[in-house]
């Protein structure tokens, strides 16, 4: 047997079983052992039923004397019972509410394992478990392997499909008893190892499945054992590795090195149309930075919602623009594409360059014209949507590439885009701040800026929490704040897929409002069937605050920008993500005047008002994401398809985050400043044979 070995050579893994273990991606004996416990329990405490006492957490084994269902059968309880007797002779009773599946598994005479807390019932005047973990463990044992399951720190698996947790743990180490141990090729470096105290690689596996008599019970359920603490570090060490690696062949690649003149610079304050902030100049320092290099630029540049990204990145248009480059936007939205093409339009005609406006709903003809400009390079900056990366968009002389609210875009569009001639330089911008270590990792081969200061005069923004019920209220306040001379947002929730019938709902609204609730005033609708033209006619209005209400579906969720408009209303707000919330909420709060966010969800459960108060509580962005990859998990939160997410097998990007950190600098460390060359050359083949496909580092090595 080697790691290799199908899983159907181990006794007892015949095809059902092989097949089951398939579903959960374990195909060899490698696998199995990569297959961690997601608990431990500490079965040690092995009693007989003689000498329990009341109060105890103990484990029993015994054997079941009679079983039945009784009483409460009309109110659907089902109470399962068992009378379980040992050596002692003495009787346990074990008690399962909705316990009628039990009757189909426990039968007399059979030899359990109990594990649970005991209990003195004294109107049936015995000894109790209620709801005891138990395994049965009479069947397919072999002699000796019972001891495997008590009176020890037992691992405890997720089962699949009918496999239990004792069946894996008994495959588990039938197999580390038949593998020879020089199998076991350690591929960490020994430095690392003898640096960071970590086991070896087979004693980390070994004590993962079943840790040692001395082990701590505490560590193990918090993923820190030394055995968990190698495996997790390993497996982010070598993830790390292969970025890193990633990262330094990119640096290899041409690319455009701007100058950063003083006539460069004079244009950037003329262009300005306030000062920019400490943290502004110092990232746009970075951005130049990178710039100035021969090589791309891979950059992604973080910063919560209304911290002034734009600005930064029309300035860094300014540089590729006096180098004689044309720039490139991209935005997720229509809406924002249109947005940013009026504000580069604004800002940067006074410099006199031409910003043009590309999105899919343009005409057949509009489309050619436009291509047609950036093609000869006449327009210095494109802003588009979707459509800019379409095969036929040419740009005479693609500087850089800006793309606008990152985590809407797949990582394969990216690359789309950089396909285009010469490598352009890349700057990402996001408004989903992530830690930086989880940024590196996610986004790979992107460098991190990050914007942490708001402009000046900001005045936090006040949320509240109301219900449906209360929406009169609601109104009221919004006819206050347009009678000072403000005005409002009403968004309703959006579930991707059915963009039609939020629009159904805000349209619905949008009627409501217009005809019932505020009859005099001038309302706006915008979601997202309409033309491009339509929603730039709607925007530019409310822009104009030509209307005071602007009805909407969340196609205004990122990046529109109305200084004037104080409140932002959410309707059915416990449908949306808080990150989701927070970057509504961004919407207000970009003026001087005092901004409000109204949460309006229908009568909900203690979880969902506990996830609004998150918001009500903080308008840190950078809290509420991480609260919100705590909730939804990273998949849901980035998208999983679209995420690049490496899929780890052990460790955990938000429980082991430390463990990431401390992963990421050794592994920087060690391919920028390997001890030999031999030493890189085995990493990166070991990671081109043992990670890549995993972690989906396409191009290693
Ligand atoms: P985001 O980072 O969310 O994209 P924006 O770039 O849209 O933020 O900026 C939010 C608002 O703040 C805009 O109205 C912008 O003009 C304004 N702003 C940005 N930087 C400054 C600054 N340094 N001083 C004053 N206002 C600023
Ligand atoms: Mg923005």
Redesign the pocket.
């Given at each position: 047997m080697d790691l290799a070995t199908p899983l159907t050579y181990i006794k007892g893994i015949g095809p059902a079983r092989a097949a089951m273990l398939q579903t959960k991606g374990l195909e060899t004996v490698e696998d199995l052992l990569g297959y961690v416990p997601f608990r431990y329990e500490d079965r040690s405490n092995v009693k007989t039923i003689g000498q329990l006492a009341p109060g105890e957490m103990a484990t029993v084994i015994a054997e079941v004397r009679a079983t039945k269902m009784s009483g409460f059968r009309r109110r659907n309880l089902g109470l399962f019972e068992a009378r379980f007797t040992d050596a002692s002779r003495a009787i346990l009773a074990g008690k399962w509410f909705h316990g009628q599946y039990l009757a189909n598994v426990l039968a007399e005479g059979m030899k359990l394992a109990l594990f649970g807390k005991v209990e003195f019932d004294s109107y049936a005047g015995e000894l109790t478990m209620l709801h005891p973990e138990f395994e049965i463990l009479s069947g397919d044992d072999e002699d000796g392997e019972a001891a495997l399951h008590v009176g020890r720190v037992v691992p405890i698996y997720e089962g699949t499909g009918k496999l239990t947790t004792r069946a894996i743990r008994t495959f588990t180490h039938r197999i580390l008893g038949a593998l020879d141990p020089a199998l076991f090729d350690d591929a960490l470096p020994r430095f690392l190892r003898d640096r960071l105290k970590l086991p070896d690689l087979r004693t980390a596996i070994r004590d993962v499945h079943f840790p040692p008599p001395d082990c701590d019970l505490r560590l193990l359920n918090a993923f820190r054992s030394p055995a968990q603490f190698r495996l997790i570090f390993e497996e982010f060490f070598w993830l790390e590795c292969g970025v890193a690696l990633k990262r330094g062949k990119a640096r290899m690649v041409p690319g455009i090195a701007f100058e950063l003149t003083d006539q460069v610079r004079e244009k950037i304050k003329a262009m300005l149309?306030?000062?920019?902030?400490g943290a502004?100049k110092r990232v746009l320092g970075e951005i130049a930075r990178d710039m100035a290099e021969p090589h791309p630029m891979n950059r992604l540049l973080q910063?919560d919602?209304?911290?002034?990204?734009?600005?930064v990145a029309a300035e860094a248009a300014v540089i590729a623009i006096e180098n004689g480059y044309q720039v490139a936007m991209l935005a997720p939205t229509e809406i924002l594409a249109a947005q940013h093409g009026i504000y580069f339009k604004q800002i940067l005609s006074k410099l006199g360059y031409v910003v043009v406006l590309l999105t899919g709903s343009f005409t057949a003809r509009e489309k050619a014209q436009l291509k047609k400009l950036a093609a000869e390079g006449l327009a210095h900056v494109v802003v588009g949507t979707h459509a800019l990366l379409e095969k036929d968009v040419e740009f005479k002389k693609l500087g850089l590439a800006i793309i606008d609210e990152q985590h809407r875009f797949g990582v394969l569009q990216r690359l789309g885009l950089l396909q285009k001639g010469v490598t352009p330089d890349v700057l990402v911008?996001t408004?989903t701040p992530i830690p930086r270590t989880l940024a590196m990792t996610l986004y790979g081969d992107l460098d991190v800026s990050v914007?942490d200061e708001l402009?000046?005069g900001r005045k936090p923004i006040v949320t509240r929490h109301t219900t449906s019920d209360r929406i009169e209220q609601v109104y009221s306040f919004v006819k206050k704040q347009i009678e000072e001379g403000r005005q409002a947002y009403v968004v309703y929730p959006v579930i991707e897929e059915s963009e039609t019938q939020a629009m159904k709902a805000a349209q619905q609204e949008y009627e409501h409002l217009s005809k019932e609730v505020f009859p005099d005033l001038a309302i706006g609708l915008m979601h997202g069937r309409l033309g491009a033209d339509e929603k730039e006619a709607v925007m530019q209005r409310f822009k104009e605050g030509r209307t005071s209400i602007l009805v909407s579906t969340t196609v205004i969720e990122v990046?529109v920008?109305v200084?004037n408009a104080s409140v932002m209303v959410v309707e059915q707000a416990e449908r949306f993500g808080l990150a989701q919330l927070h970057q509504l909420r961004?919407r207000v709060g970009?003026g001087a005047a005092q901004s409000f966010c109204i949460l309006v969800t229908e009568k909900v459960n203690e979880a969902a008002r506990e996830r609004i108060r998150t918001l009500v509580e903080s308008t840190d962005g950078f809290y509420i994401a991480e609260m919100d990859l705590k909730l939804r998990g990273p998949g849901e939160f980035f998208g999983t398809k679209q995420s690049g997410l490496p899929s780890l097998r052990m460790a955990n990007i938000l429980r082991d985050q430390e463990i990431l950190e401390i992963a990421r600098r050794e592994a920087v460390d060690f391919v920028e400043r390997p001890a030999s060359a031999e030493d890189l050359k085995r990493a990166v083949t070991y990671i081109r044979d043992h990670w890549q496909r995993r972690y989906g580092l396409v191009t290693v090595g």
């Open positions: 149309p306030f000062k920019p902030t502004q910063g919602v209304g911290s002034g990204k734009t600005i911008m408004a914007i402009p000046p990046g920008d200084p961004g970009r």
